[in-house]
């Protein structure tokens, strides 16, 4: 089946990510456009991807599927600017975190199928983690088409769309969680008399080979955990530590307030 051609609407970070995936998985060059505010930003995309870079009218009148990536306090604008060139027909995926599928169909032709994406920043080493959800329109071709699209960029899973703000939650936002740890790892290091050299590189190799095992070996966390754990050894008592300051607790309490938030730029928007 031919690809359809794909408008990337917003091409901060999340966005180049996208049509960056796309055309590392065969998509058609000239089936990509993106649009960008700053001039200087089009040159940019234009010159590292060999893409076309037009303004957003032209965009959502030229493209079979559009996906609107801008910060979720300018996704109304976005749909006022575009919406007289958007009819039924049209595919649109929003990227826009916290935004519900009804956001978009209620400003936009009736009937048009919107499909919601969350997707994360490993994306950019192709290891990114994504969700879809269909909205009341979006048909399983459509579903297809957005699997397609961010396949490229690691591992897709769908979800009912009531779920989307714990998936930005644990996954959506989940990189920054590791990131501190692993900073926290690496400041503990320097603090016990590792060089900060050393101890970055310690660090960072035990997270990603701890993530490799844990997605390959398939085993529950809980055992590859207890399997480190010798009875009142050095990880016992490191744990205990954890335990004792709340770890689990404050976990538990950021994806909450994470999810949380979610509803609450979602309550803005409207």
Not at 16 to 40: C, I, N, Y
Not at 59 to 77: E, H, S, T, W
Not at 171 to 187: K, N, R
Not at 264 to 270: G, T, Y
Request: proline share 6%; charged share 20%; aromatic share 4%.
């Amino acid at each position: 089946m031919p690809k359809p051609t794909v408008a990337v609407l917003g091409t901060g970070k999340i966005g180049e990510l996208v049509v960056a995936g796309l055309l590392r998985s065969g998509w058609p060059r000239e089936k990509v456009l993106a649009t960008a505010r700053r001039p200087a930003r089009a040159t940019e995309l234009a010159e590292r991807y060999g893409v076309e870079v037009v303004d957003n009218v032209t965009a959502a009148g030229r493209a079979d599927v559009l996906a609107i990536a801008v910060k979720p306090q300018d996704a109304g604008a976005l749909l006022d600017e575009i919406r007289g060139r958007i009819d039924a027909g049209r595919l649109v995926v929003s990227l826009c975190a916290g935004l519900p599928t009804g956001f978009f169909a209620s400003r936009l032709a009736e009937g048009t199928p919107v499909i919601r994406v969350m997707t994360n920043t490993p994306a950019i080493v192709d290891r990114a983690m994504t969700a879809i959800s269909a909205g009341p329109h979006a048909t399983a071709e459509h579903l297809d088409i957005a699997e397609q699209m961010f396949e490229p960029l690691g591992v897709t899973v769908r979800v009912p769309e009531s779920q989307q703000d714990a998936v930005t939650a644990v996954s959506g936002s989940g990189p920054a969680y590791f990131y501190l740890f692993v900073e926290a790892m690496i400041d503990a290091g320097v603090l016990l008399g590792l060089p900060r050299t050393v101890a970055h590189e310690l660090a960072v190799q035990t997270a990603v080979g701890s993530a490799a095992m844990l997605r390959d070996s398939g085993e529950h966390p809980v055992k590859l955990r207890e399997a480190v754990t010798s009875p009142a050894g050095t990880t016992a008592a490191a744990l205990r530590e954890l335990e004792r300051h709340g770890v689990r607790a404050a976990v538990l309490g950021a994806l909450e307030a994470a999810r949380d938030r979610a509803g609450e730029i979602a309550a803005q928007a409207k």
